[in-house]
T-cell receptor
């Protein structure tokens, strides 16, 4: 069964360092997303991406964040200068159709980022 | 403000028992409601999606109900198994007005109910 894959599964970094989280969405999907989940809290939307550009982003997705689809298969989230509060699980998701209204969203297993 | 509230926050049941998880939402206009299962440290996995015209939808031992009038949904788990131990997240799709005056779709996540099934 096709799945969304994410790497690394866990990354530990020093505050101020740049981090790149990678995702390979399901191959025929057109819409891509990043979400994050701080430990013990709910899943929060960061950004959606379609047709090689950001389609929506949340207030969390400030100038230190960027996304890219460099080669037609990978979808990356870059955090330019990490802060302690960036420590979270980051989930990539993809969808064949645009949710909402009806597109099913498939999540990856997540990348746990720990900022020291 | 669009919100999704889930109850209880956590629940412990014995293996083989049934349980019902609740979700209330204030998202408007409403598009659809989803239930996800999230194992600890893993990504959410979809259980059901329901539009406003659907009252009930089943997926194996999971049955979701939706009352779009009262803006309530429930997830009923029958004959629980140890592997059902997870967080169950209610996600409501709605539409928001973006800063440009147009509408954009969004998914509003609840905080989840943490279910523990004990032997």
């Amino acid at each position: 069964e096709p799945e969304v894959t994410q790497t690394p599964s866990h990354q530990v970094t020093q505050m101020g360092q740049e981090v790149i989280l990678r995702c390979v969405p399901i191959s025929n999907h057109l819409y891509f997303y990043w979400y994050r989940q701080i430990l013990g809290q709910k899943v929060e939307f960061l950004v959606s991406f379609y047709n090689n550009e950001i389609s929506e982003k949340s207030e969390i997705f400030d100038d230190q964040f960027s996304v890219e689809r460099p080669d037609g298969s990978n979808f990356t989230l870059k955090i330019r200068s990490t802060k302690l509060e960036d420590s979270a699980m980051y989930f990539c998701a993809s969808s064949e159709l645009r949710p909402p209204p009806t597109g099913e969203l498939f999540f990856g297993e997540g990348s746990r980022l720990t900022v020291l | 403000k669009n919100q999704v509230e889930q109850s209880p926050q956590s629940l412990i049941i014995l293996e083989g028992k049934n349980c019902t998880l609740q979700c209330n939402y204030t998202v408007s206009p409403f598009s659809n409601l989803r239930w996800y299962k999230q194992d600890t440290g893993r990504g959410p996995v979809s259980l059901t999606i329901m539009t406003f015209s659907e009252n009930t939808k089943s997926n194996g031992r999971y049955t979701a109900t939706l009352d779009a009038d009262t803006k309530q949904s429930s997830l009923h788990i029958t004959a629980s198994q140890l592997s059902d131990s997870a967080s169950y997240i209610c996600v409501v799709s709605g539409w928001d007005t973006n800063k440009y005056g147009g509408s954009q779709g969004n998914l509003i996540f609840g905080k989840g109910t943490k279910l523990s099934v004990k032997p």
